[in-house]
């Protein structure tokens, strides 16, 4: 038999000795990978809106927005309001999670007041007609650099100082 | 500090990408891995810097890959045993002629393959070859007979 080139052992470099369970190694670290992409697949990291609905006797109230995200995802919040009877004043609270480390790119249509109440804030939409529906969009760009675990935000409707209905919800911010 | 951790998680998983893809796929580059590295380039810069403009972050983003690239190529000289967990170890495909069959699928290589392998290299027939060793880089050195 011709000599081995320098540096190789049969035993190691031909038989694998000692090495060979590291393809077990590399199938588990490429199984890990398929996984890692099949939870990105069914939504784990967002950014796909679902929708969360509240029927009170007042107002059905529903959101439809993502609550994972990732930095940089530019995305929609849609807030619904069908009106069972007349809303006098009516008015969204957020969570300053909803802003906090995000950019809001524009409210359609605009509020006609906004302000913070306990440090939410606070967007009065005004009347509402019994039988009507009220539809707000909002979008938003996460900030590149920001991160959030089961951050806080919730979203209550109220009419004047009447809490109608809210809607509590985390979101996720994947870096 | 976002862009330096966040060089040093995109060079830990390219670094652990490249290991667990197999040499077979680091040794070719046909038009559509070259498209394919574009794409992954791009893709990982978005990553990286994000919407970061500045020369800071630049030399922030380049200068943490560099280190890390130092590091590493630093740990594989100073630490021989961890050099065949980083880079892997050689892999001989043939010998005497005879390809192994058993090595040549732990990295998925075809005897189609091997032969095209050993035309590039002038050889022939397999039959000619006394050694055939996969490289760590994927590439496949071949020891003719007349020179063993």
């Known amino acids: 038999m011709a000599d081995v080139p320098d540096r190789l052992v049969l035993k190691r470099h031909r038989d694998l000795t000692g090495v060979r369970h590291r393809i077990w190694i590399r199938r588990a670290l490429l199984l890990a990978l398929l996984g890692f992409l099949i939870a990105g697949l069914v939504n784990v990291f967002g950014q796909r809106p679902h929708g969360d609905v509240v029927d009170g006797a007042a107002a059905r109230f529903e959101l439809y927005a993502p609550s994972h995200l990732r930095g940089g995802l530019l995305y929609e919040a849609r807030f619904t309001i069908s009106a069972h009877r007349d809303l006098k004043s009516a008015a969204l609270q957020l969570s300053p999670g909803w802003v906090e480390g995000s950019q809001l790119n524009t409210i359609e249509p605009s509020p006609i007041g906004e302000a913070s109440r306990n440090g939410d804030l606070l967007l009065t939409l005004g009347h509402i007609s019994a039988g009507t529906t009220y539809r707000l969009f909002m979008q938003f760009q996460i900030n590149p650099t920001n991160v959030g675990w089961g951050r806080r935000a919730d979203v209550t409707l109220y009419d004047g100082a009447t809490k109608l209905a809210h809607i509590e919800r985390q979101v996720t911010i994947f870096p | ?148």
Do not use: C, H
């Not at chain 2, 670094?15 to 992954?40: A, C, K, Q, T």
């Not at chain 2, 380039?41 to 800071?56: F, I, K, N, P, R």
């Not at chain 2, 050694?131 to 590439?139: D, K, P």
């Open chain 2, 1 to 148: 500090m976002d862009i330096v951790l966040r060089g040093i998680v995109v060079f830990v998983f390219l670094y652990v990408l490249m290991r667990i893809v197999g040499r077979r796929e680091l040794s070719s580059l046909e038009p559509f891995d070259i498209i394919l590295l574009v794409i992954l380039g791009d893709a990982v810069q978005q990553g990286l810097t994000q919407d970061d403009y500045s020369l800071t972050g630049a030399v922030l983003a380049v200068g943490t890959i560099a280190a890390l690239q130092v590091g590493t190529s630093y740990l594989n000289f100073r630490f021989p045993k961890l050099r065949s967990v980083l880079d892997g170890e050689p892999l001989i495909i043939v010998q005497d002629g005879k390809p192994i069959k058993r090595n040549l699928d732990r990295e998925r290589v075809t005897l189609d393959d091997l032969a095209e392998e050993a035309r590039k290299q002038n050889i022939a027939k397999l039959e000619d070859i006394q050694w055939a060793v996969m490289e760590t880089s994927g590439e496949i050195s071949f020891i003719k007979k007349s020179d063993a």
